[in-house]
DNA sequence: CTTTCCCTGTTACGGTATAACATCCTGAGG
DNA sequence: CCTCAGGATGTTATACCGTAACAGGGAAAG
């Protein structure tokens, strides 16, 4: 799934790390170790299989998420709602609303950027809100699966 | 919560069932009755509180998960991602992508049509997706809460 | 040193959803 | 009428997802 391994993930992890300190936050040992799973998933990983995965006498619960709750707020990961899932973001570190397209069929993910942000803000102004954050899933089949290459 | 009661169910319930005949389906008890519970909500449900609502000796959960993926496979009801609820679709009946306005405060949702579909399309074309549904959910503040007249 | 704040560990629980299988109903065809 | 096939439901049990609540630890400020 074109995760992270070797040099390209421990200066991923630095890079966070950096990103950590000047936003006057930790990145602990939990936290630096849910991330690094979730880079070198690269892809979608659910919170059980995080747990599962983790190591080191294991984790409980409560840690991994956490983590997870600690790594979304900072910008170096996302919750996919349609799939109960986490998933590190390419830009780590800067926080911005995420896009995805998830494949029905293999479950690959990409992040986009639809640039749809301005018509949701006037969707929501004509209704009255304020718009504070946006989630959009778009489910469909991935080049491999639309080709019967998937699997 | 702005629900349906009434003439206006009835009349609700009526048309879904004709929709349904011309889909070749059937609108059976159990489905029926779970269309009711979220028409007359006028709002998000939780399964479990139509499970608790259903009534006459009660339902079981796979009774009502049944109803719901009816409901959503033929366009009378949307799966709220983020919320983990279910809400009745004011297009009852017409298959199409659902997008939300949801309020952080006081949980007031608005079914949009912010018109992105083209642009995501455009953006799943770049990475050779092909698209087969949309899931568009933003959180805010509705105009009751922004102004402290919430709750 | 002590206070404060944040982070963590642990237990236990509650909410969400589905697997698996038996049963029943309905409508088509003989 | 009878039978059969497909879809819908009933039932039990279980798996999965996420959090409440409280105790403990460690760094940094005063
Ligand atoms: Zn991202
Ligand atoms: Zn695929
Ligand atoms: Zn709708
Ligand atoms: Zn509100």
Do not use: W
Not at 86 to 99: I, L, N
Not at 102 to 112: L, S
Not at 130 to 142: F, I, Y
């Amino acid at each position: 799934m074109a995760g992270l391994a070797g040099r390209a993930l421990d200066a991923a992890l630095s890079k966070a790390g950096a990103r950590v300190a000047a936003a006057d936050e930790r990145l602990t040992d939990s936290r630096r170790r849910v991330l690094e799973l979730l880079l070198k998933a690269g892809g979608p990983v659910k919170a059980y299989d995080l747990i599962a995965a983790y190591g080191q006498g294991g984790a409980k619960p409560p840690t991994v998420y956490r983590a997870l709750e600690f790594l979304e707020r900072l910008g170096f990961a996302h919750r996919l709602e349609s799939l109960n899932a986490y998933v590190a973001c390419p830009r780590s570190g800067e926080v911005h609303a995420a896009a995805f397209l998830i494949c029905e069929c293999c479950g690959a993910t990409v992040e986009i950027e639809p640039g749809v942000a301005d018509r949701v803000e006037r969707a929501a102004g004509a209704h009255g809100y304020s718009l504070r954050g946006l989630t959009l899933e778009a489910r469909g089949l991935c080049p491999a699966c639309r080709t019967g290459d998937g699997h």
